[in-house]
């Protein structure tokens, strides 16, 4: 379904969301002349191949990626832009960096973290350019535990720059890149290894707002194997991290407690009337990781899941904390933002813990006098990140179901209408998730009208008037 250009007033989002504009003069300035603070205490990675994976266009290249095999395991370099060196301490640039907290992405553009002249630039891992870099040295084993783990300041020079549909193809084809030839089978291994510390994977449709020749297109935004298979290598360094910080006792993770019981509870009900099989002695994780996410009842379920990831937050490290309060339930195990410092403010800071204590130095007092506004800031910056990315696709959903009210579409029940509320489902085509009301079963398809698209309140509804669809199918 096609939108007109003009038909998506991203403009009203970022001045009813109060989204930062230009930057200041003197932020710019900061930018422009930033120098490596660390330049003459680099290894010389130079000779390593390392090369990038990101979406199509990115310029702001966080992560290079070199993987060897080591006997029956790895070892993975992992590069990071080393945003910590270039950014000075009480500089206009490190003030407006945490009153940002993150890039904010909307589909007609991004409101930066920094300048570009820095993310996209001088920082960034380009290819064929040698950068700054924190690089992470991580050796798994064959079951994708990890052996060793080693960090330090280091130039670097990327050899390539890939995107993830590129690899997915070489890699059906046998013609990955030698640098990440062993990313499969590792990224595979990561995965299982974290299904089996209870680490919880909710696969639902991604919705994404893209433009076209013709205007706006709402579409489910691709994932290929090789998304998981990154997403893995940087996960295995944030967990490096997160072990550096907590045995150091110094340093910020990032947390979420596992669901309460009562959750469990009503998942293992919510499970039972869609047919899905959960053994007791099996977590949640296990049990999704089973679940055919494309049918009925496993989009369903997965939908429900969500329940079971609720809290998460920023935990600063220190005395007289419980080591089981610090666990993040949907990685299963503690976890630290580390990969993304050109994108994420506080990555920069954990990356500087992390280089202290592997070196056995003091952390940098302007570590950790930031830590608790860093929590503020994350904190923050999620929120209104989460709900401009929320609000862009509703603002679109109501739009491309505007010219079809009245008119039947086939849709997934994942929430039945209950207590006089709205249940939800989600429409294929175009793609929408939307409250559903009328008598519908948890986990059908059934036949439904667009009976709501309120463009004003980025709200669509549908009305079910089959509801004899497919029964729950097993996941």
């Known amino acids: 379904m096609i939108l007109h250009a003009d038909a998506i007033d991203f403009d009203g989002l970022r001045a009813e969301f109060d989204l930062p504009g230009a930057f200041p003069p003197e932020v710019e300035r900061d930018a422009a002349e930033a120098t490596d603070r660390h330049a003459g205490e680099r290894a010389d990675l130079t000779e390593i191949p390392f090369v990038t994976i990101d979406p199509p266009g990115a310029r702001d290249l966080d992560q290079a ?47 930066p973290l920094h300048p570009p002249v820095l993310s996209e630039g001088s920082a960034s891992l380009l290819p064929d350019e040698v950068r700054p870099a924190v690089v992470w040295t991580v050796e798994v084993d064959s079951e994708g535990e990890t052996v060793s783990v080693a960090v330090e300041r280091a130039t670097i020079r990327s050899t390539a720059r890939l995107d993830y549909a590129g690899v997915q193809a070489d890699a059906d084809t046998g013609r990955l890149h030698p640098s990440i030839a062993g990313l499969p089978l590792l990224g595979e291994r990561l995965r299982l290894r974290g299904v089996r510390a209870g680490a919880i994977s909710l696969r639902l449709p991604a919705q994404e707002v893209v433009r076209s020749e013709w205007g706006w297109t709402l579409a489910i935004e691709p994932h290929v194997a090789a998304d998981e298979w990154n997403a893995q290598i940087s996960l295995l360094v944030g967990r490096a991290a997160a072990g550096l910080m907590v045995e150091g006792g110094i340093g910020l993770v990032r947390t979420l407690p596992d669901a309460p019981a009562e959750v469990i509870d009503e998942l293992r009900h919510s499970a039972t009337a869609l047919g899905l099989a959960w053994s007791a002695s099996e977590g949640l994780g296990a049990m999704l990781d089973r679940v055919d996410p494309n049918s009925p009842a496993g989009m369903a379920m997965m939908r429900e899941a969500t329940k079971g990831l609720r809290g998460a937050g920023y935990t600063v490290l220190g005395p007289g904390l419980d080591a089981a309060t610090l666990g993040h339930a949907g990685i299963g195990g503690v976890y630290t933002h580390v990969t993304a410092p050109l994108r994420r403010v506080v990555d920069r800071y954990t990356a500087e813990a992390c280089l202290a204590l592997y070196a056995g130095r003091p952390v940098p007092d302007w570590v950790t006098t930031r830590h608790d506004e860093l929590t503020a800031a994350m904190r923050e910056s999620d929120r209104v990140a989460g709900r401009v990315d929320r609000a862009c696709v509703d603002l679109a959903e109501a739009l491309v179901l505007e010219g079809l009210i009245g008119t039947e579409r086939p849709v997934v029940v994942l929430r039945a209408p209950a207590g006089g509320g709205p249940g939800e489902a989600w429409c294929a085509d175009p793609p929408v998730f939307g409250d559903c009301s009328g008598p519908a079963g948890v986990g059908t398809r059934v036949t439904a009208t667009v009976a709501e698209a309120d463009v004003a309140e980025r709200r669509v509804r549908f009305a079910v008037v089959d509801p004899g669809g497919e029964p729950p199918v097993r996941g």
């Open 65 to 111: 990626v070199h993987i060897e095999a080591v006997g029956d395991g790895h070892r993975v370099r992992y590069a990071i832009a080393d945003v910590g060196a270039v950014v000075k301490p009480g500089s206009a640039l490190e003030a407006e960096s945490l009153r940002r907290g993150q890039t904010v992405y909307l589909p007609d553009g991004a409101i």
